[in-house]
C-alpha cells in the first residue's frame, strides 16, 4: 500500500487523482473522495461504502476498525489551534521555514517536509506538522503517533519548542 501525502486542502488531494489513479483520497477533516466518482467530498457515498463493508463482511464499524488497526496498526491523531495576532503571523511563517530540530520528545527526526508548513517524521513512524491556517489568524500543530499519550507527548514538546 502506498500513501502520498498533498499539501492540506480537498484541492490539493483531487489534483494528484489523475497522475496517481489512487483508490481514495482523504483528509482530516473527514473529507473523502473515491476513485471513478467526482473528484470532492462525499460524505453521503462514503457512508454508504462502510455500510456496504459492513453488510458484505458481517462486521460492525468498531470490527472494521480493529481489523484496519491489526493490519497496520494503531494510530491515534490531533489537532491544536493557536491563534495568532496579524502582527505575528509573517514571523511564525518565516520561523517555520528554517525550523529544525534533532528529535522530538526523546525520538530522532528522520526527515522535514516544508511542501506545506513544516512537517516533522519521526524515527518511531510518528510525526508533527506546524503550518498557519490558510483561512483564519491560527497556527496549527498535527500529531500523529501509535498512542493517545505520544501524541500528547509530541504536542507539549513542539509546543515547548516553540514557545507557545
Known sequence: MKIECTAIGFKNICARFHDLNPLIGGEESGGISVVEHVP???????GLLILEMM?????????????????????HFRRDDFKLPAEQADAVKARLSDFSVAELSGVSVNDIDRSDGCRLNLNDGSWVLMRPSGTEPLLRLYAEASSVERVDELLTAIKQALAL
Open 40 to 46: 470532492e467530498r462525499d460524505g453521503i457515498l462514503s
Open 55 to 75: 453488510s458484505q463482511r458481517k462486521k460492525s464499524l468498531a470490527q472494521l476498525v480493529s481489523d484496519l488497526q491489526t493490519l497496520v496498526g494503531a494510530h
